[in-house]
């Protein structure tokens, strides 16, 4: 009885949210944008659903047609979109990486990046979207209920993606290539490093919530997502990923939380004991017994060398995007591959010294704005907001030196939407700051 509810279920889920999304993405269009957000935020890192609607009319375009709904509706129902301290040097951040498309065309002779006819110009658009949630939250969440919404919303997607793959993966007793936790990232030909960074980066930002949650149930909840997420964590066998969740824990410890100290130092002494048999051998093999670094350690360093060529050749500008897998020749490629395997190095052959300032100045912008946050919030949830934006930060800064962690629209767009969420509340701080210098002001008070 309960196999044949759960497979009556399954068939009607793909179509009501294949149709609801139509009909959503109307509403959102002419109505009310909001509804279409809440929709395009929970489906994002979720590929292995609206990938099924591929086979469905204009269901390759799902996504993109829910997003414009979204986008353009703001701009129909005449909502503002506020202008905030990071507005400016994220729209220069996006024009850098559309310039870096022509000369991409230029160098190598791809088509202009007009029209559908250029490849890059497509894996562009999704990054657009990716950095333009950052606008569409602060156009639509407007005040610190939305605000808790949202930050709930996508802890539960945290916590649903997790559960799925607790239920349908089980590690070796060692560790093996071809089984590693990949979750839904894999329909959109993701690996489970990428996976992983998008789970670290998450789960650091649901761990710094928990620190400031007064709801004792939601605060459980926060705990009980955050352990969840170590299962995927765990078993995509990604060594960023758990240098980047290292660093988060003693970056919580020394400024929130010193108790996780004593526990990341039981886990450092006993986790040979602790760890489950397969990451122990993943870590294990990083060296080998001749104390040499293992292939995929060793490749990175002869990726990193050839990446040298290509900077040297336009040190200031880059050579395009995507121009690493471009300008290597096949016959010279280490093992096929076409990404420097760190993000950073990739942006200094992409858009050149110009373009990773850009990039460092706009992550110390992101960092500046959590922290400000964190200072001025005036509630526990504003402060926590803040504090939790630095966490995820200081995870994806890390896991972006393992490889792109940045550009790929299902892993990066949760830091763009924190990022909004968190400037939002910078804003109702000042408002409120202002309101009540203005209502002192009106009681005979000088300010």
Request: aromatic share 18%; with cysteine; hydrophobic share 45%.
């Amino acid at each position: 009885m309960l196999t044949a509810l759960k497979k009556f279920l399954r068939s009607i889920f793909f179509p009501s949210v294949y149709i609801g999304g139509w009909l959503i993405s109307f509403y959102s269009l002419f109505r009310n944008a909001w509804w279409g957000f809440v929709l395009f935020i929970s489906l994002i890192p979720q590929p292995n659903i609206w990938y099924k609607f591929h086979e469905l009319p204009m269901g390759k375009d799902y996504m993109d047609i829910l997003f414009l709904s979204v986008f353009l509706g703001i701009f129909i129902q005449k909502s503002i979109i506020p202008k905030t301290s990071n507005t400016i040097i994220i729209t220069i951040f996006l024009i850098n990486s559309y310039f870096a498309l022509w000369v991409s065309s230029s160098n190598f002779g791809l088509p202009a990046p007009i029209s559908p006819a250029s490849r890059q110009l497509m894996e562009w658009k999704n990054f657009a979207q990716m950095v333009l949630i950052y606008f569409l939250t602060i156009a639509l969440v407007k005040t610190e209920k939305q605000q808790k919404y949202v930050f709930m919303l996508m802890s539960f997607i945290l916590f649903f993606v997790s559960l799925r793959n607790y239920r349908n993966f089980t590690g070796g007793p060692s560790f093996n290539w071809d089984r590693r936790v990949g979750g839904p990232f894999e329909r959109v030909g993701l690996g489970a490093n990428h996976y992983a960074a998008f789970i670290s980066y998450c789960q650091s930002a649901v761990l710094g919530m928990s620190f400031f949650e007064d709801d004792k149930r939601i605060k459980l909840f926060y705990i009980i997502t955050f352990c969840m997420c170590l299962h995927p964590l765990l078993y995509s066998y990604s060594r960023g990923a758990y240098v980047a969740a290292t660093l988060v824990i003693i970056f919580y410890a020394f400024y929130k939380k010193p108790m996780l100290l004593v526990g990341l130092l039981v886990v450092a002494i006993g986790w040979k004991t602790i760890l489950p048999m397969s990451v122990i051998d993943r870590i294990d093999r990083t060296i080998t017994e001749s104390g040499e670094l293992e292939g995929s350690a060793y490749s990175r360093l002869l990726l990193w060398e050839q990446s040298r060529g290509i900077i040297n050749r336009n040190p200031v500008l880059g050579s395009g995007w995507e121009s690493f897998g471009l300008a290597i020749n096949p016959d010279d490629r280490i093992h096929e591959l076409t990404d420097t395997h760190n993000y950073y190095i990739k942006v200094l052959c992409d858009r050149g010294v110009a373009g990773l300032l850009l990039l460092l100045f706009l992550l110390f912008k992101a960092f500046l704005s959590g922290y400000k946050l964190y200072r001025i919030g005036n509630s526990q949830f504003q402060k926590g907001l803040g504090f939790c934006f630095l966490g995820s930060i200081l995870s994806l800064v890390t896991t972006n030196m393992f490889g792109d962690r940045f550009t790929y629209f299902v892993l990066g767009s949760y830091f763009w939407l924190l990022w909004g969420l968190v400037d939002v509340g910078i804003l109702l701080v000042e408002q409120n700051s202002e309101a009540q210098l203005e209502g002192a002001s009106q009681g005979g008070y000088t300010p």
